[in-house]
């Protein structure tokens, strides 16, 4: 069984993905098959595996991120689905896709889980200069989550305005573009200046949280392996 399907990565277009605005990004349907996604969501690692973010201080003097966080390690007590999924994620189709799709001879990737609860939000950000982008597996379906609940990433265009060292709120820009974010969705998109984003105030039941899968698509030259290094206690996606 495969994970990943490999027909539908193949089918997005890289110049449509780079000339998408306000940055390059794409919200496609389907791109883990039907099976694996099933299997994914019926092996969740549980949260009490995660460590607890919350009130960490941000650069820019923007909010905290509040949410569970966990990195994935090759030691990492989760089911086979994952580490079959990771497996695919390091295999050469997906990386050499991403390497088409970004224009770029090598990179590195780092995955985690985020799991967000009610009363949190991801303030409007840009990611670090390291990073080249990020793919984010939605992993709430209709049958855990509704759409007045919130959770969706939301793709903010700034029209060049604000220094991406700055801090502005989601109704200071003027156009914003709500993905898709219950089933079988991801988001991928590339980081730039200008590549703000951001997660609205989730709104959900106490027994339920937002939980995504990211891959994160990271410059592999030595510079930047110190810079992720050192900039870890500053994550935001």
């Known amino acids: 069984m495969t994970y990943l399907d490999f027909q539908r990565l193949g089918s997005i277009d890289p110049h449509k993905f780079q000339q998408a605005q306000p940055y390059p990004w794409v919200n496609p349907e389907g791109l883990l098959t039907t099976e694996g996604h099933q299997q994914l969501l019926e092996t969740l690692p549980d949260v009490s595996l995660f460590q607890r973010r919350f009130g960490v201080a941000r650069a820019h003097s923007q909010q905290s991120h509040d949410r569970f966080t966990l990195d994935y390690h090759k030691d990492l007590p989760v089911g086979p689905a994952w580490k079959a999924f990771v497996a695919e994620l390091h295999g050469k189709e997906y990386q050499t896709w991403l390497q088409h799709l970004f224009n770029i001879k090598s990179l590195e990737l780092t995955l985690h889980w985020h799991y967000t609860p009610n009363g949190c939000s991801v303030s409007p950000h840009c990611d670090a200069k390291h990073k080249l982008g990020s793919h984010i597996f939605y992993l709430n379906t209709e049958k855990n989550?509704?759409?007045?609940?919130?959770?969706?990433?939301?793709?903010?265009?700034?029209?060049?305005?604000f220094d991406r060292q700055s801090a502005p709120e989601f109704e200071d820009f003027k156009n914003a573009t709500t993905s898709k974010a219950i089933g079988n969705y991801s988001l991928l998109f590339a980081r730039k200046g200008n590549s703000w984003h951001g997660v609205r105030e989730i709104q959900c039941p106490s027994d339920q949280m937002r939980k995504v899968f990211i891959v994160v698509i990271n410059r592999s030259t030595l510079r930047d392996r110190v810079a992720r290094f050192f900039g870890k206690s500053q994550k935001g996606y």
């Open 145 to 161: 989550w509704e759409e007045g609940w919130g959770g969706e990433t939301v793709i903010l265009d700034d029209e060049g305005k």
